[in-house]
């Protein structure tokens, strides 16, 4: 089973601050990486898929960058809507494995 | 807009059964893989388990693996989860997804809102 680790667990930061989360995969998944945001009380949303494509409607201030074992997801200036848990998730191999999350909370 | 409407959660007992229900529309069902993915109270989420478009190719989590089934009636636009031998570990929210392709390895998008599913005596 590939291990996802993401970093860090919380991040605590003033909107318009830039945001650099990681992902690690315990081995290569290629680009086969997405992430989701997931609000309280709301269902995960896919903002990013195959590493680096923004899904549709995600607002350009999201990107996703990485191949193999290291994935980053940026957030170039921070609104408050953004202030969530974030997860990457691979489907380079079953079963299919989520990161244990980043807590984007405000400073 | 696609839409996802999951039912069937409750409260059981250790061991024993239910049955999960996604109702899908806003798509072609026939055309996309979906799957189920939980997530126990306060904590992240774990993939359960998906199936092609075709209903021909179904993985399930080791966790699962034996104890649930999935299926897909296509007359109904539905996606179904059979749980048996429910354990307390699998108190969760679970989520219905489409696939973002007819095979089960794709993107999940997007999700519905959950049906909870409480084992406890």
């Known amino acids: 089973e590939i291990v996802l680790t993401q970093s860090p667990a919380t991040l605590s930061l003033s909107p318009g601050e830039r945001v650099t989360l990681s992902c690690r995969a315990s081995?290569?998944?290629?680009?086969?990486l997405a992430w989701y945001q997931q609000k309280p009380g709301q269902a995960p949303r896919l903002l990013i898929y195959?590493?680096?494509n923004r899904a549709t409607g995600i607002p350009a201030r999201f990107s996703g960058s990485g191949s193999g074992t290291d994935f980053t997801l940026t957030i170039s200036s921070l609104e408050p809507d953004d202030f969530a848990v974030y997860y990457c998730h691979q489907r380079s191999n079953w079963p299919q494995t989520f990161g244990q999350g980043t807590k984007v909370e405000i400073k | 807009e696609v839409q996802l409407l999951e039912s069937g959660g409750g409260l059981v007992q250790p061991g024993g059964s239910l049955r999960l229900s996604c109702a899908a529309s806003?798509?072609?069902?026939?055309?996309?893989?979906m799957s189920w993915v939980r997530q126990a109270p306060g904590k992240g989420l774990e993939w359960v388990s998906s199936?092609?478009?075709?209903?021909?190719?179904?993985y399930y989590a080791n966790s699962v693996k034996g104890r649930f089934i999935l299926s897909r009636d296509y007359s109904k636009n539905t996606l179904s989860l059979q749980m048996t031998s429910l354990r307390a570990e699998d108190t969760a929210l679970y989520y219905c997804?489409?696939?973002?392709?007819?095979?089960?390895?794709?993107?999940?998008?997007?999700w519905g809102q959950g049906t909870l599913v409480t084992v406890s005596s």
């Open positions: 199936v092609s478009s075709s209903g021909g190719t179904t």
């Open positions: 081995q290569s998944v290629s680009s086969y």
């Open positions: 195959d590493a680096s």
């Open positions: 806003g798509f072609t069902f026939n055309d996309y893989a």
């Open positions: 997804a489409k696939v973002s392709t007819s095979g089960p390895g794709g993107w999940f998008d997007p």
